[in-house]
T-cell receptor, first 110, second 115 residues
Framework: QKEVEQNSGPLSVPEGAIASLNCTYSDRGSQSFFWYRQYSGKSPELIMSIYSNGDKEDGRFTAQLNKASQYVSLLIRDSQPSDSATYLCAVNQAGTALIFGKGTTLSVSS | SAVISQKPSRDICQRGTSLTIQCQVDSQVTMMFWYRQQPGQSLTLIATANQGSEATYESGFVIDKFPISRPNLTFSTLTVSNMSPEDSSIYLC????????????FGPGTRLTVL
């Protein structure tokens, strides 16, 4: 059974702090790794994709991938109250559907 | 990315009836998927909608309960048949296209309540 594990949270951080979200996956054949943000009552929105080991930065977001440890993380710098949402980690092999973790709820307090 | 629409956006249905959900994309896509998200839960894949052939269902989902059509590269339907309150969920279609690599994008979802 292919699994993606995330801490459900809630993860609470003050405004301006760094939020760190973590994810592990069981399938060593996984090739693509994604972070989605989901606001309550809305559909998931893709915010980061990463395919190779190392860091990938996009604005305030940094995704980190370590395939040897089967570990993916998302760092959100200068967290804002608008970042308060559920963050879903998802992985797949090329051409297949995504396998999702249960999501981590982030709360940013002003 | 693609512009994805779903109809209806929400519905309230009676037990034992069926509802067909439509997913329309503004460009041709290579793959379309249907997911379910039960209240407070993450996303569960129902099936892969295959263009011109039968859908590929995940364990726990069957064609009689969730028939799927995909007549072309921009459109798919999911029917939830003989509904019970346990079918109350958000149903989401998602797509992958050649123009956006392996990234998968989601429609706005259909919120279904079964009484």
């Amino acid at each position: 059974q292919k699994e993606v594990e995330q801490n459900s949270g809630p993860l609470s951080v003050p405004e301006g702090a760094i939020a760190s979200l973590n994810c592990t996956y069981s399938d060593r054949g996984s090739q693509s790794f994604f972070w989605y943000r989901q606001y309550s009552g809305k559909s998931p929105e893709l915010i980061m994709s990463i395919y190779s080991n190392g860091d990938k930065e996009d604005g305030r977001f940094t995704a980190q991938l370590n395939k040897a440890s089967q570990y993916v993380s998302l760092l959100i710098r200068d967290s804002q109250p608008s970042d308060s949402a559920t963050y879903l980690c998802a992985v797949n092999q090329a051409g297949t559907a995504l396998i999702f973790g249960k999501g981590t709820t982030l709360s940013v307090s002003s | 990315s693609a512009v994805i629409s779903q109809k209806p956006s929400r519905d309230i249905c009676q037990r034992g009836t069926s509802l067909t959900i439509q997913c329309q994309v503004d460009s041709q896509v290579t793959m379309m998927f249907w997911y379910r998200q039960q209240p407070g839960q993450s996303l569960t894949l129902i099936a892969t909608a295959n263009q011109g052939s039968e859908a590929t269902y995940e364990s726990g989902f069957v064609i009689d309960k969730f028939p799927i059509s995909r007549p072309n590269l921009t459109f798919s339907t999911l029917t939830v048949s003989n509904m019970s309150p346990e079918d109350s969920s958000i149903y989401l279609c998602s797509v992958v296209g050649d123009s956006f690599g392996n990234e998968q994008f989601f429609g706005p979802g259909t919120r279904l309540t079964v009484l």
